[in-house]
């Protein structure tokens, strides 16, 4: 069993920040590329931002967020983090935290999602 815990969403005023968390729990042999996905309403899902298990100078942005967030990762901790900078209007979604990871070393590797949280953008 895995389990992937977002944390830190909520409503920010244009030009505010905040900061998502994400952690994994559960059995978890090693985790691979960690990543942040956002879908807002009437749209597909898209990729926000991802790390891969080599830590910060292994990271990918959308365009739309270069310059603006920037994702982090705690291994010890199983933990991902996204600091969200000068958010605007068009960042409103649902965020949700992805893992690729294996549960045994003999197992596959999969993906595993979060529940998922708000961030709404608004004055």
């Known amino acids: 069993q895995v389990q992937l815990v977002e944390s830190g969403g909520g409503l920010v005023q244009p030009g505010g920040s905040l900061r998502l968390s994400c952690a994994a729990s559960?059995?978890?042999?090693?985790?691979?590329?960690m990543g942040w996905y956002r879908q807002a309403p009437g749209k597909q899902r898209e990729l926000v931002a991802a790390?891969?298990?080599?830590?910060?100078?292994?990271?990918n942005y959308t365009d739309s967020v270069k310059g603006r967030f920037t994702i982090s990762r705690d291994n010890a901790k199983n933990t991902v983090y996204l600091q969200m900078n000068s958010l605007k209007v068009e960042d409103t979604a649902v965020y949700y935290c992805?893992?690729?990871?294996?549960?045994?070393?003999?197992?596959?590797?999969?993906?595993?999602w979060g529940q998922g949280t708000q961030v709404t953008v608004s004055s």
């Open positions: 992805n893992a690729d990871l294996q549960t045994r070393w003999f197992t596959k590797r999969y993906d595993y």
């Open positions: 790390i891969t298990s080599g830590g910060s100078t292994n990271t």
């Open positions: 559960g059995s978890i042999f090693k985790i691979y590329a």
